[in-house]
Structures are given as C-alpha cells and as structure tokens.
C-alpha cells in the first residue's frame, strides 16, 4: 500500500469530490485538470474505498486542497463539528441490509429533501 495514510475514510472524500464536481458542474477531466492529477487516477479517487489501487498521499492531498478541507477533515476516527450531505450520503450507503437499489433510492430521497429544504423560499 505504500505510503498510504490508513486513517483516511475514502469513501467520505470520494462522496465529497462527487458533489463538488456537481456543484461547479465540472467532468472528471476538467476536475483532474484543477486539481493537478490524471483523470484515471481522479477517478480511482472516486470509487473510494472500493478502489483496488488505493491513491498516494500527494494525491490525496491535492484533492483535500482543491476541496478546501484539512486531511484530517477526512480522518475515520474525526468527530465532526458539522455534517454536510456528503457526510450523510456516506453513512447511508453504509447502512446494512438494504440492497444497492434501496441505498441509492433512500439517498435519492435524502437529497431531494436536502435541495427543496435548502431552495426553498426564506421569509423576511
């Protein structure tokens, strides 16, 4: 494995690189291209931990920088002070027992929930 950091919870990073790339609307080569990686390595990022060819450390780096979070953002044993929808995501797709259909369409669920909340109109 190299000099991977073990502590690193792939699958929160790759959810959050996910829903960056979504919201400045960027392909995985325009992403790579910001954040100073291969596209076929950006997207070995984005399989989490699911990857068999876990990143590097310089790697890891670079995405963590171009997300404007700290490496220990990503740490598995942090106690956030906050959680964003990424974070949510990442938990109910580890939920056990459902299937992959019903991970994605309870996430599905929990997203559009999340947008209308987050659009809906503000009182003055």
């Not at 997207?43 to 989490?48: D, E, F, N, P, Q």
């Not at 790697?59 to 949510?88: C, H, M, N, Y």
Request: with cysteine.
């Amino acid at each position: 494995m190299g000099d991977f950091p073990l502590d690193i919870d792939l699958d929160l990073l790759a959810e959050q690189l996910k829903h960056e790339m979504s919201v400045r609307k960027l392909s995985l080569r325009a992403a790579a291209t910001q954040v100073g990686c291969s596209p076929t390595t950006l997207a070995r990022v984005l399989t989490g931990s699911k990857t068999p060819n876990l990143p590097d450390s310089r790697t890891l780096l670079q995405v963590v920088s171009w997300l404007g979070k700290s490496i220990t953002d990503f740490s598995k044993s942090r106690v956030p002070e906050t959680s964003s929808i990424a974070d949510v995501v990442v938990h109910l797709r580890a939920l056990p027992d459902l299937s992959a259909k019903d991970k994605d369409a309870l996430v599905a669920v929990v997203r559009a929930a999340h947008d209308a909340y987050r659009l809906r109109p503000t009182k003055s």
